[in-house]
């Protein structure tokens, strides 16, 4: 994966933004401020992964949405004006249009965090899979039984992590 960053770091800016439609993205399990790894499946073609994100930046929970492969949403939840969520990746990563490509949540505790990022599970992902540009992924359903077991998964897992991983912040631990 080096030798993908370092091409895309010596291609012109204006050719960069192109082949990001088309080039992949780095997965974010690959990366080394992951750890403690669970998956579940969410019907035929998607997958959810939840982990433990450390390392240079806040502690905490995260997931990722994948569908056909590709990362359609992403839930971090680190604490205290930490928390966030990104949708549609692979769209969204060339956007730096004096904004962020995060959607920052309201709430501050991590135990919080962790409830905003199961109903954005449950109400905005049919809505991130509507606006991705691939059709193979717009097309995608997801049924309310697959939904129910994806967001019950969510919680008990990252719930698990925060529980397990003593180096989260106490004060943005929550209750």
């Known amino acids: 994966m080096r030798w993908l960053r370092a091409l895309r770091a010596a291609v012109p800016t ?68 930490r928390g966030h969520m990104h949708i549609n990746l692979r769209q969204s990563r060339g956007f730096r249009g004096g904004g962020s490509a995060r959607l920052y949540f309201r709430e501050q505790a991590i135990a919080e965090q962790i409830e905003r990022a199961c109903f954005e599970l449950e109400h905005n992902l049919s809505y991130a899979l509507a606006l991705n540009n691939a ?27 925060l529980e397990r991983h003593s180096d989260a912040p106490p004060s943005s631990a929550g209750a």
Not at 142 to 152: D, Q, W, Y
Request: proline share 8%; hydrophobic share 40%.
């Open 14 to 81: 204006p050719l960069r933004k192109m082949a990001s439609r088309v080039l992949p993205l780095p997965s974010r399990l690959n990366s080394p401020n992951v750890s403690d790894i669970g998956s579940c499946r969410i019907g035929n073609a998607a997958r959810l992964d939840v982990y433990w994100l450390e390392g240079d930046i806040t502690p905490g929970p995260g997931a990722s949405v994948l569908v056909h492969g590709d990362e359609v949403m992403r839930l971090d939840c680190l604490g205290p004006n």
């Open 135 to 161: 059709a193979m992924i717009r097309h995608s359903r997801i049924t309310p039984a697959e939904m129910e077991t994806a967001v019950a998964f969510l919680r008990a897992e990252m719930l698990a992590r």
